[in-house]
DNA sequence: CTTTAATCGATAAAAATATAACTTTTTTAG
DNA sequence: CTAAAAAAGTTATATTTTTATCGATTAAAG
């Protein structure tokens, strides 16, 4: 194991990125220190959890009756996060989805550099959208392997996506972001993130339901 | 409460319509019969872990070296979810991501009917989406009293987001699906389910950072 | 300078979730 | 017709995650 002490857990790291977006609002409007109580408050959560996930991430420990430097705390978080430290990506499925992926800026924060697109459609490929050009798929392997990147995103339909995935892990993809609302099998060592939107409404509709 | 016996878990919800999807599967090749075993083994879960949870929705008990009818275990699920009872749901930002959302037709067989969207861009308002009409903001108040529609889609800025929340609920709006990266303030009774893109990113670098 | 109230950090308890162990049932094979 | 195998169902245990408690610390107010 590589933990360093205990490792992070999975519900913590789903909530950093949160109080990350927090501290920005909090930061913007002038505030210099900020305590794991109002961050809770803010966030509808409990401040014991919002001390013990901070506790993970800062260098410098807070102040009682103060809190933590806002500046401190968003610098400690961006670095764990990654945010500084770009990764390049690559997208298949040039799609509705893909094509909305492809025209937001807005990962860049995130330190995810979306460079390029692959597709099978002919009226798409050879084009470029917001900047960045969308390939046949035969291609991908060589671009993958000659910029070495490491991270895939998938937005075809499901029916490929086990295909789609298998070609990224055989150029060397080592993790994969999949909207595809599918089932992947993939070997040890390949990391995966999968977007179900329908369980998310699922759960949503649940919610709903029990209300009435 | 209106819990039968015990409270179905979240975790058991997300499940679900990963099953499902697997069961179409199955069923698609002419399976007659699946057994929690098979599933897991397909889905790289625990068998218990899949037997407990069709236990909460097959009407139906599984067969000892049988398993479960496919198709009935289909049907149950679907029911369970709820993807035969459609449920009418607004749009708010036509920009890229809302654009492919308009775009995307599969959302009809999970019981979700996205019937119009809305915007304050002059240029989008009054065009069709997929055939979708895109109205000015200013109408939604009006538009979803009028339809009774009980389910909101976010996918503003995070800078307009509550504004657009507030005015869901306000409107009679009972669940929002957000897309923004912004946590938002409702008021209790209002279901929400926030899908944190960044959150997803997060937790997937961690995997991949912890590779190397 | 002393008191006060708020907050941190650490530890403990509780709740939720997942995994394992065991028993029962039913089909299939000998 | 009986024995073996496979899978469901049930109960128990382990793990993970959340919430609560308590003493120590410290900026701010009097």
């Given amino acids: 194991m590589t ?8 519900a913590t790291l789903n909530r950093l990125p949160a109080y990350l977006r927090y501290l920005y609002e909090l930061d913007k409007k002038g505030v210099q220190t900020v305590s794991s109580t109002m961050i809770a408050a803010g966030l509808d959560l409990n401040p014991v959890q919002v001390r013990k996930d901070i506790a993970f991430v800062a260098t410098s420990p807070g102040k009682p009756k103060l809190g933590y430097v806002t500046k401190e705390l968003i610098a400690d978080l961006e670095n764990f996060l990654g945010y500084h430290n770009t990764r390049d990506a690559i997208l298949v499925g040039a799609g509705g989805l893909g094509h909305a992926i492809l025209g937001y800026d807005g990962f860049a924060k995130y330190g995810l550099n979306v460079t390029c697109a692959f597709d099978v459609d002919p009226a798409v490929i050879g084009t470029s959208i917001n900047g960045k050009p969308v390939y046949d798929m035969s291609r991908l392997p060589e671009l993958v392997k000659r910029f070495n990147i490491s991270l895939g995103i998938i937005t075809v339909p499901s029916g490929s996506a086990q295909e789609v995935a298998d070609l990224m892990v055989s150029a060397g993809i080592k ?29 949503l509709r649940m919610q709903l339901v029990s209300q009435d």
Same sequence: chains 1, 2.
Avoid: C
């Fill in 175 to 203: 993790a994969i972001w999949s909207f595809a609302a599918k089932h992947l099998n993939l070997p040890a060592g390949v990391a995966l993130k999968h977007e179900d939107l329908a369980a998310s409404l699922a759960l």
């Fill in 3 to 10: 933990a360093d002490r205990t490792e992070i857990s999975k």
